[in-house]
């Protein structure tokens, strides 16, 4: 492969003649890793324009070179990487520190989160992954996939690839969520009250950052999404965890000067709890009482295979005080990052030149390809199958999870993809977790999940979207057997 002429540059600061300072260039990208052997130089031709040097003293540089078998020359060919050059060093090199900033008073504000989940890039081999929230590719819809996001290519969509919609969406997209995806949960919402964001974490910063300020109150679930938590700190607005019970949030735990609830309703997170109909409408009727908002995060709606789903906290809502948080990321696969912000055109508005500020739109591609996904009938088709694995995994789980006398701390009334459960004898899960993985099993501690600064340690999450059947036993096996000799 041939190295472009772009990437060399001659140090300003290096001594010696031309020649020496041209070898040194070169010499230095091998030895640092940039340039591997077998590749091809510029030719000394090329060099020396690009330089501004003579033709000759970039050819002697080169002969210096091949003499000290760092390069190579192939006739007509050009000039290579030796394959006997120097190897760079196994350590990655570095850059030294000679900057005088100080970067503790020159960061204003830190985003780097305090106790979060950790997910191994590499999950996938291990041999039993419990590990949630990842697409399954013996699942996934791969050649339909494939087509639609061709067709998205084409140029009778040149516009929706290539136009800046500056704040705006794909309307393609907007009216297929509209009017198919958004009834199917009860709601109904006219194209001017539906955002399209880059997940639902992208959704969930959005109504953060509209609807709170430093002087407002905000209400999450205890335990939750840790990265929920993360974005109320970077909001800097104050907060309070609500602990939740077999029924999710209990509407009369929510202090009165409450501003905004964060609830997660049909499965909650991480418990998996559905909050019952009867709860909602207390929830509502408390948001009215003390004239407060919720933003109701659905995820994993679509994958109530054991009871038909229930209602949306947002299909019970009469007063337009309920905004509501879709995601394609989970039920298609987490990195499309695609989602949708549903709620009344004034907070719309604002969301949508926020998000305008920092991204303005995802990308016309991706949203034309979820289109195609999604009116063709693909989607749903994916859904049923998803559905359909899911509850058999979830019946092997059940029936592993009995065999070994684990404890279900939290058990969702109508699918979803995890289990919540807990450890005797206040079990640090995070130690089970790293001793786990010497087995190739993979578990999630719970311990994030929580706000306190002292979490409960015993608690840890199983999910199975992503591990086969018939890895589930076995894997619920080694995980009994190291809780047992702990």
Same mark, same amino acid.
């Given at each position: 492969?041939?190295?472009?002429v772009?990437?060399?540059?001659?140090?300003?600061s290096?001594?010696?003649?031309?020649? +020496?300072?041209?070898?040194?260039? /070169?010499?230095?990208?091998?030895?640092?890793?940039r340039?591997r052997?077998?590749?091809?130089?510029?030719?000394?031709?090329?060099?020396?324009?690009?330089?501004?040097v003579?033709r000759?003293?970039?050819?002697?540089?080169?002969?210096?070179?091949?003499?000290?078998?760092y390069?190579?020359?192939?006739?007509? %060919?050009?000039?290579?990487?030796?394959?006997?050059?120097?190897?760079?060093?196994?350590?990655?090199?570095?850059?030294?520190q000679?900057?005088?900033?100080?970067?503790?008073?020159?960061?204003?504000?830190?985003?780097?989160?305090?106790?979060?989940?950790?997910?191994?890039?590499?999950?996938?081999?291990y041999?039993?992954?419990?590990?949630?929230?990842? +697409?399954?590719?013996?699942?996934?819809?791969?050649?339909?996939?494939?087509?639609?996001?061709?067709r998205?290519?084409?140029?009778?969509?040149f516009?929706a690839?290539?136009?800046?919609?500056?704040?705006?969406?794909?309307p393609?997209?907007?009216?297929?969520?509209?009017?198919?995806?958004?009834?199917?949960?009860?709601?109904?919402?006219?194209?001017?009250?539906i955002?399209?964001?880059?997940?639902?974490?992208?959704?969930l910063?959005?109504?953060?950052?509209?609807?709170l300020?430093?002087?407002?109150?905000?209400?999450?679930?205890?335990?939750?999404?840790?990265?929920?938590?993360n974005?109320?700190?970077?909001?800097?607005?104050?907060?309070?965890?609500?602990?939740?019970?077999?029924?999710?949030?209990?509407?009369?735990?929510?202090?009165?000067?409450?501003?905004?609830?964060?609830a997660?309703p049909?499965?909650?997170?991480?418990?998996?709890?559905?909050?019952?109909?009867?709860?909602?409408?207390?929830?509502?009727?408390?948001?009215?009482?003390?004239?407060f908002?919720?933003?109701?995060?659905d995820?994993?709606?679509?994958?109530?295979?054991?009871?038909?789903?229930?209602p949306?906290?947002?299909?019970?809502?009469?007063?337009?005080?309920?905004?509501?948080?879709?995601?394609? %990321?989970?039920?298609?696969?987490?990195?499309?990052?695609?989602?949708?912000?549903?709620?009344?055109?004034?907070?719309?508005?604002?969301a949508?030149?926020?998000?305008?500020? /920092?991204?303005?739109?995802?990308?016309?591609h991706?949203?034309r390809?979820?289109?195609?996904?999604?009116?063709?009938?693909?989607?749903?088709?994916?859904?049923?199958?998803?559905?359909?694995?899911?509850?058999?995994?979830?019946?092997?789980?059940?029936? +592993?999870?009995?065999?070994?006398?684990?404890? /279900?701390?939290?058990?969702?009334?109508?699918g979803?993809?995890?289990?919540?459960?807990?450890?005797?004898?206040?079990?640090?899960?995070?130690?089970?977790?790293?001793?786990?993985?010497?087995?190739?099993?993979?578990?999630?501690?719970?311990?994030?999940?929580?706000?306190?600064?002292?979490?409960?340690?015993?608690?840890?999450?199983?999910?199975?979207?992503?591990?086969? +059947?018939?890895?589930?036993?076995?894997?619920?096996?080694?995980?009994?057997?190291?809780?047992?000799?702990?």
């Open positions: 492969m041939p190295i472009s772009e990437t060399f540059f001659l140090d300003p290096s001594v010696g003649t031309l020649q +020496a300072r041209v070898q040194q260039m /070169v010499a230095q990208g091998i030895l640092a890793g340039f052997a077998g590749e091809r130089l510029p030719s000394s031709r090329k060099m020396a324009t690009h330089l501004g003579s000759i003293t970039v050819t002697l540089a080169y002969t210096e070179l091949v003499a000290d078998d390069l190579t020359s192939r006739g007509r %060919s050009g000039y290579f990487v030796s394959e006997n050059a120097p190897e760079p060093p196994a350590f990655p090199a570095k850059r030294a000679v900057g005088t900033v100080d970067w503790n008073r020159a960061i204003g504000q830190k985003f780097t989160p305090g106790l979060n989940l950790d997910k191994p890039s590499d999950w996938a081999k041999r039993y992954p419990f590990i949630y929230g990842q +697409a399954d590719k013996t699942l996934f819809d791969a050649a339909n996939w494939r087509l639609c996001a061709l998205a290519l084409g140029m009778r969509d516009g690839l290539t136009a800046d919609y500056y704040d705006g969406d794909d393609q997209l907007v009216e297929f969520i509209a009017r198919q995806t958004l009834p199917r949960r009860g709601i109904l919402a006219n194209n001017d009250e955002l399209v964001t880059m997940g639902a974490q992208n959704a910063w959005l109504a953060a950052q509209v609807l300020n430093s002087r407002r109150l905000a209400a999450i679930e205890d335990p939750c999404y840790p990265a929920l938590r974005i109320l700190d970077q909001s800097r607005c104050q907060y309070t965890a609500v602990p939740v019970d077999g029924d999710g949030l209990p509407p009369d735990a929510l202090p009165p000067e409450t501003d905004v609830v964060f997660t049909s499965h909650q997170c991480p418990t998996t709890s559905t909050m019952s109909v009867d709860r909602r409408k207390a929830l509502l009727q408390k948001a009215e009482d003390d004239d908002l919720i933003v109701e995060d995820y994993e709606f679509e994958m109530s295979f054991l009871k038909p789903a229930s949306s906290l947002k299909s019970l809502d009469q007063n337009g005080r309920v905004i509501y948080v879709g995601s394609f %990321s989970k039920s298609l696969f987490p990195g499309l990052r695609l989602g949708y912000l549903v709620g009344p055109a004034p907070f719309i508005r604002e949508r030149a926020l998000r305008a500020t /920092v991204l303005r739109h995802p990308p016309g991706i949203q390809t979820v289109s195609y996904y999604l009116s063709l009938g693909h989607y749903d088709a994916l859904i049923r199958r998803m559905g359909k694995a899911y509850h058999y995994r979830r019946e092997v789980m059940d029936v +592993a999870l009995k065999n070994h006398g684990l404890t /279900v701390a939290g058990h969702g009334t109508y979803g993809s995890a289990v919540w459960l807990r450890t005797p004898n206040g079990l640090d899960t995070t130690q089970l977790a790293h001793q786990l993985r010497d087995d190739s099993v993979l578990i999630e501690p719970g311990a994030a999940f929580f706000a306190s600064d002292t979490p409960p340690t015993d608690y840890f999450r199983l999910a199975y979207s992503s591990i086969p +059947a018939a890895q589930i036993a076995p894997g619920v096996a080694l995980i009994a057997q190291a809780i047992a000799n702990a």
